[in-house]
């Protein structure tokens, strides 16, 4: 059986969530307590119609019960439970406009006395264990619904036995990139940003990078990186992790940035990698 439980801040998406994995397959339970995933594990597996694929929602509503959570994973995965966690994240300020928008009351509303800030910012207290387990995190505080619905599917459609690792760029002038576990800030090398013909041209032009890579810092650092990120990946690997975010980020995320995810792409694919590249802000000014 495949297990994934659905967590993260509430308002974040974990509804969609769920209608994507039905329908891709999964056989979903919305709200259900940590102790009861269990025993719902054993009726799946004497069941004559044999589910194969299932996905529950877990986080603050199931209230006290919720705490059991990190219980419930760890003798799911002592019985050798095919086990995920997808952690949804999104940040305060757009679940709390979210949340004024619908109406809708927030899990902790009564235990914060009716102040949406708080009882967001008492979730993420809440979760912060757990979103350090998880296998697989979001963040939709800028993500479309299609882009969404191509995240989930891209994690849940491929059967993939190693690690998946997606190198990101982004630009530190718009904020971080949260679902980052490697973080690599290049603002320290000369910026082409300054350079009259290359300023509105991005890293992906040959003229960019080669004007960022043309420094003898540039290539040591380069250096340094592809050294560390070879040291890490195996470690990580044997942990376990499912899902590991390389990113860069430059003042902008345009020029530094880019041309150092491309040449860590690179790097990968060369070392039989499979990879996946994106820039966050490329088309921003």
């Known amino acids: 059986m495949q297990f994934v439980i659905v967590t993260g801040m509430s308002g974040s998406g974990k509804s969609s969530a769920v209608n994507i994995l039905e329908d891709i397959g999964y056989y979903c339970i919305d709200n259900m307590p940590p102790e009861l995933i269990g025993k719902f594990a054993d009726i799946c597996s004497q069941s004559e119609g044999k589910i194969e694929k299932v996905a529950f929602v877990v986080d603050v509503r199931s209230r006290g019960l919720f705490n059991k959570l990190q219980d419930t994973i760890d003798m799911l995965k002592s019985e ?95 904020g971080p990139l949260p679902e980052g576990d490697l973080i690599f800030d290049v603002r320290c090398l000369p910026n082409p940003f300054y350079i009259q013909e290359l300023k509105e041209k991005t890293g992906l032009d040959s003229e960019v990078s080669g004007y960022v890579m043309k420094f003898d810092e540039a290539q040591e650092l380069l250096k340094k990186f592809n050294e560390l990120v070879d040291f890490l990946i195996p470690l990580y690997e044997k942990e376990g992790k499912a899902q590991l975010v390389i990113a860069f980020g430059c003042t902008g995320g345009k020029h530094r940035s880019v041309t150092f995810a491309e040449a860590m792409a690179k790097h990968l694919r060369e070392s039989n990698r499979k990879i996946r590249i994106a820039h966050r802000d490329i088309e921003k000014h």
């Open 80 to 174: 050798n439970i095919n086990l995920k966690i997808l952690y949804i994240d999104c940040s305060s300020e757009v679940l709390i406009r979210r949340y004024k928008e619908t109406r809708r009351k927030h899990p902790l509303d009564e235990a914060s006395y009716g102040d949406i800030r708080k009882a967001v910012e008492k979730e993420k207290e809440l979760l912060v264990p757990i979103k350090a387990v998880c296998d697989y995190y979001i963040d939709t505080t800028n993500t479309s619904v299609a882009q969404f619905r191509e995240r989930m599917n891209e994690i849940f459609l491929e059967n993939e036995e190693y690690m998946r690792i997606d190198v990101r760029s982004f630009g530190f002038k718009y």
